[in-house]
């Protein structure tokens, strides 16, 4: 019934910008902490960024600082990812992920949005 839904992927040019969403459905979505993880072809899976349930604190992947930017709408159950000055090696199938440990431990994936930036 919980259900994921990443969107705003696509081809992009390098230097360019693309904002993804993740929409949440049947889960109380101020209760998880929200990432973004990417997997590029035949590569081990990534942590991109991390934002606190609150909104009060972030992470990022080294890879990505003062490009990309994690933020959440806990009043539309929706996390963006902002991704400023692409490269290619930022291609990749790009996840929503959710997980709380209260009341229970939870953890919830998307099916992911392709992401493809063009030199």
């Known amino acids: 019934q919980v259900q994921l839904v990443e969107s705003g992927g696509g081809l992009v040019q390098s230097g360019g910008s693309l904002r993804l969403s993740c929409a949440a459905s049947a889960l109380t979505f101020r209760n998880f902490v929200m990432s973004w993880y990417r997997q590029a072809p035949e590569k081990e899976r990534e942590l991109v960024a991390t934002?606190?349930?609150?909104?009060?604190?972030?992470n990022y992947a080294d890879s990505v600082k003062g490009r990309f930017t994690i933020s959440r709408d806990n009043g539309k159950d929706t996390v963006y990812l902002q991704m400023n000055s692409l490269k290619p090696e930022d291609t990749a199938v790009y996840y929503c992920?959710?997980?709380?440990?209260?009341?229970?431990?939870?953890?919830?994936w998307g099916q992911g949005t392709q992401v493809t930036v063009s030199s």
């Open positions: 992920n959710a997980k709380q440990r209260w009341p229970r431990l939870s953890e919830y």
């Open positions: 934002i606190t349930s609150t909104g009060d604190s972030t």
